[in-house]
């Protein structure tokens, strides 16, 4: 793809999405988010993102539920030369789940997070960043499944002490709410707060043996579900 400018990609991810090419949507955002050069999407800039790799990522988990559905109907008519077959092509849908997630989860780690300087954009992408950690947590096994469950957590957990936070902020007087020390102070108290609640689900949690998988899911779609 050759090298466009901020406006450009804006223009071409709209007009990707107009004609539902929403890979190529992606990869345009994908890319003026590093042309950005640091500096924060505006909220048009940030919701386009969000919808491409919405559209992206709801084809994928459609097909993933799909094919999962039929791999355990073969496997209850004892079609194994048909499930050998279903389980490779799961397995390509999940490689490209992998790989969607991966990539959003990276945007947001190297560029959007750092970069966002408003609470309200913060929130957003800790929100996205649970949400694809959560999309992840749906097709892994083992330890996979359990760290992505604990990423989703981590993530809510910040964007929900973000919003209480700035909750508390607005019942204060104009110069407390102007002190950059209390709103630290503020957000310190609330991630203080959830990182024990944390603790405390998760040594419970790792203590239930074949419950973890269940308690992992309770507490993810408690929190979020699509």
Not at 15 to 22: G, V
Not at 207 to 215: M, R, T
Request: charged content about 30%; glycine content about 4%; overall charge negative.
């Amino acid at each position: 793809m050759a090298a466009l400018t901020r406006e450009q990609y804006l223009y071409m991810a709209k007009l990707a999405e107009q004609a539902e090419r929403y890979e190529e949507m992606v990869e345009y955002m994908d890319s003026l988010v590093v042309a950005s050069g640091g500096s924060e999407l505006s909220v048009e800039e940030r919701n386009l993102l969000s919808v491409a790799y919405k559209n992206v990522i709801g084809s994928l988990r459609a097909a993933w539920r799909i094919v999962s559905s039929i791999e355990q109907k073969e496997e209850g008519r004892k079609n194994d030369d048909h499930v050998v077959l279903v389980k490779d092509y799961r397995s390509k849908v999940e490689k490209e789940l992998s790989q969607v997630c991966a990539g959003i989860l990276k945007v947001l780690a190297d560029y959007l997070i750092p970069s966002a300087a408003s609470s309200e954009s913060k929130v957003f992408y800790l929100k996205m960043k649970g949400d694809y950690h959560r999309y992840m947590a749906e097709f892994k096994a083992g330890n996979e499944r359990k760290e992505a469950a604990e990423d989703t957590m981590l993530a809510y957990k910040a964007a929900q002490a973000f919003e209480e936070a700035i909750a508390e902020l607005d019942t204060l007087g104009e110069e407390s709410y102007k002190d950059s020390t209390l709103i630290m102070q503020l957000l310190r108290d609330n991630l203080t707060l959830w990182t024990s609640d944390m603790q405390c689900m998760f040594l419970f949690a790792t203590g239930a043996s074949k419950g973890l998988q269940s308690f992992e899911f309770c507490l993810i779609y408690v929190v979020a579900v699509d």
